[in-house]
């Protein structure tokens, strides 16, 4: 492997920007959580003010109702978008556990390889170190 960069560490390159990937996802949920929770207390006002029995409110009762509908409309568009990037986030999530798993296993490969060449090279010090008192 002399030169050539291991697994592992390719991996683990892959595995930090799946996880920058998961994070850019998580902050797109939270975006559309926060523009969610927006548009409800935007519905809840405008609810207030449909209820209300003050004549000003009445007057633009019929207003009051389009603009609940938009919002009612908005919230479903978000609820769908929210439920396309919790998949996202859940997705990404996943690719980035298995590039870790990965990359553990590569690294556990490594070191089994490193170890069991440590030994060969104590196995042939030992094999050449005993040869030559052989021959003395």
């Known amino acids: 492997m002399a030169g050539q960069e291991p697994r592992s560490k390719k991996l683990k390159r892959l595995v930090n920007v799946q996880r920058q990937l998961e994070r850019m996802a998580e902050g797109e949920l939270a975006a559309n959580t926060e523009q969610r929770r927006e548009v409800e207390q935007s519905m809840d006002v405008v ?4 209820s209300s029995s003050k ?3 009445m007057q633009f009762s019929r207003n009051y109702s389009e603009r609940y509908g938009r919002l009612t409309i908005k ?6 978008v ?3 990037l919790e998949s996202k986030v859940l997705r990404e999530r996943t ?3 298995r590039l ?3 990359m553990k296993e590569a690294r556990e490969l490594e070191d089994r390889e ?3 060449n440590a030994v060969y090279e104590l196995l042939e010090l030992t094999l050449l170190t005993g040869s030559g ?4």
């Open 114 to 116: 490193r170890d069991d």
């Open 75 to 80: 919230d479903k568009q978000l609820a769908g």
């Open 95 to 97: 690719k980035g556990d």
């Open 133 to 136: 008192k052989d021959h003395n």
């Open 82 to 84: 929210q439920q396309v």
């Open 100 to 102: 870790e798993e990965q």
């Open 47 to 50: 609810m207030e003010a449909i």
């Open 55 to 57: 004549p000003i409110h």
